[in-house]
């Protein structure tokens, strides 16, 4: 369990694309690293990995292949930037909201707008996305926390403030790159437990549907 507050921005060092379909993922970071152990939970962009290695300036994580289909994960290469969290531990405040860093889908941002101090990113979503958004809600937008400012047929927009965009990897986003999406889990299970159900199937968006990956033929070593 997550809270969407980034801990650090880190930077992938490599990737080695292992068979049937899975890497392994070592990322350079500096804050995260003192107190983790192997086993421990990271969220790595708000996708929740499990620490196998860590050595003195980063750590090293097997992603599985439907992680890599479903999240923006499977197309970061050496020297990508990603936002980085720890699990969330219960002996102090709780900031943010409940993140699982179980991905329900991505998106495209659409538009990036600037007044002043605040920036605002304008996302389409699928419908089974924008099902569970209300204005004012919660969503985590790789791995962050934010509140939905608005909602607009099949977009949304959030605000984010210069302390967000300075500390985490939106400062490098651009219009059509993609972000993994985290809808609110308390608002899934209300659904659940009333016996209501979506007019389409969560799965209907993912990132193999925008870039057509098909698996890893063959293992290799080297960085595509």
Known sequence: MFTGIVEEVGTVRSIERLGSGWAQIEVEAKIILPGTKIGD??????????????????FIVDTLAESLKKTTLGFLRSGSKVNLERALRFD???????????????????????????????????????????????????????????IQESTISVNLIPVTLE?????????????NVETDIIGRYVEKFLGLKTHQSRDALTWESFRGWNGFSSATNSEE
Not at 50 to 58: D, E, M, P, R
Not at 167 to 179: A, H, N, P, Q, S
Request: net charge positive.
């Open 167 to 179: 500390r985490t990897t939106w400062k490098y986003k651009r219009e059509g790159d993609f972000v």
């Open 92 to 150: 102090g405040r709780m900031d943010g909201h409940f993140v699982q860093g179980h991905v329900s889908g991505v998106a495209r941002i659409q538009t990036i707008q600037r007044e002043k101090n605040n920036v605002y990113f304008t996302f389409s979503l699928s419908p089974s996305l924008l099902h569970y958004c209300v204005p004012e809600g919660s969503i985590a937008l790789d791995g962050i926390s934010l509140t939905i400012a608005s």
């Open 41 to 58: 939970s990271i969220a790595i962009d708000g996708v929740c990995q499990t620490i196998k290695h860590i050595g003195s300036h980063s």
